[in-house]
């Protein structure tokens, strides 16, 4: 099993980002956009708790994009909710230009239905993942539960909020973090893993239907003791609301933060050179400070050490070099009768739609 140490020296590709302000792009993009002046929308279909970065990022690129071709207004619309819920949106006929998830699966859905490009984790630096996070939880100010790690969150007397992990990356994440944890303290025991994950799931009041609407029932409704969440989510939690407390567990997962063109719609449109600048843009010094302000950690590891007070030193495990690729995670763990489904019986916790 593999561990990585946050904050992560995650190597960017030898590419050199130059693409995104040179002269070839600029005649690049012109030639794939289908005209050289005019207007070119794009739709990024995206994860909710992603909403707000998107909400900054898109006139940061608006404006970069106007400086290296003047001649193209670019407009760019969000759409948001529980990660998988989106791609399927995409694969049942939403066209997106983008898609920028929160986990693998949901673009590896789109590749194998030809909308995305094969090889798309090769045409982007760092495996196409920009950013990272990854999973903590968030409790009343002042930790009156006592919650210290993992182990914590089985015990009785606990309320637990989630995301719904048949639903959602969000979910999906904190679920196999608590799996990966149980495996890692019981020495790959799983008969006693899952007796750990059983309690926990026992304990969940709601499980919502992504990580934002979980974020709601938390903060604003007051629902519950303990938040499963993103990292970055529960900082922008901390900033907004003040009066929680964010606990950083001892053992947990890294969370990838994956994009990629949705070839199939922009080659209609006509937006691909705008669609792959647009992500490109992401790797830029500009794109990276601002995943920093929504404690979102960099893949550039410059930037990352630069802001290493904001990111706490964890011990981590990626999910494919625990649970194999996402297709097997998917299969064992998500599908109908899968790993999760046996053990969330007896959970009494309500699930939203």
């Known amino acids: ?61 608006i404006k970069h994009y106007q400086s290296v071709s003047p001649d193209i207004k670019v407009n760019i619309k969000q759409s948001h909710g529980g990660s998988s819920k989106q791609a399927l949106s995409v694969k049942n006929g939403l066209e997106a230009d983008v898609v920028t998830m929160n986990q693998g699966s949901d673009v ?34 002042g930790n009156p539960k006592g919650v210290k790690d993992w182990a914590d969150l089985a015990t009785d007397g606990k309320e637990i909020i989630i995301a719904n992990p048949k639903t959602s990356g969000n979910g999906r994440y904190a679920f196999l973090g608590a799996y990966g944890y149980g495996l890692h303290t019981f020495n790959k025991d799983e008969a006693k893993t899952h007796e750990f994950v059983k309690g926990l799931l026992g304990n969940v009041k709601v499980f919502e239907n992504g990580g934002r609407a979980a974020t709601t029932t938390f903060a604003q409704r007051q629902i519950g003791d303990v938040l499963i969440t993103f990292e970055n989510e529960a900082n922008v939690i901390k900033e907004k609301f003040g009066n929680i407390q964010i606990i950083y567990p001892s053992y947990t997962i890294n969370a990838e933060n994956p994009v990629a063109v949705v070839g199939a719609v922009s080659a209609k449109k006509g937006t691909t050179g705008v669609a792959k600048a647009y992500l490109e843009y992401l790797y830029s010094d500009e794109g990276q400070e601002l995943a920093v302000k ?35 995670i998917m299969t064992t763990y998500f599908k109908e009768g899968g790993v999760y489904d046996t053990l969330a019986v007896g959970a009494t916790g309500q699930v939203s739609q």
């Not at 859905?109 to 968030?138: M, Y």
């Not at 590891?301 to 194999?324: C, E, R, S, W, Y």
Request: charged residues 20%; contains cysteine; negative net charge.
């Open 108 to 141: 590896e859905l789109l590749a194998e239905g030809q909308l995305v490009d094969g090889k798309w984790r090769q045409n982007l630096p760092n495996n196409a993942i920009p950013f990272t996070s990854t999973i903590v939880f968030i409790v009343r100010d």
């Open 1 to 61: 099993m593999k561990t990585a140490l946050l904050p992560l020296s995650l190597t960017l590709s030898a590419l050199v980002l130059t693409a995104c302000g040179g002269d070839n792009q600029t005649a690049d993009n012109k030639a794939t956009t289908g005209n050289t002046s005019g207007q070119v929308e794009l739709l990024n279909v995206s994860y909710d708790v992603a909403r707000d970065f998107y909400k900054d990022y898109n006139p940061i690129f």
């Open 294 to 328: 929504y404690f979102l950690r960099p893949s550039n590891p410059d930037i990352l050490a630069k802001h290493a007070d904001k990111f706490p030193q964890m011990q981590t495990f990626f999910p494919n070099d625990v649970f194999g690729d996402w297709q097997s």
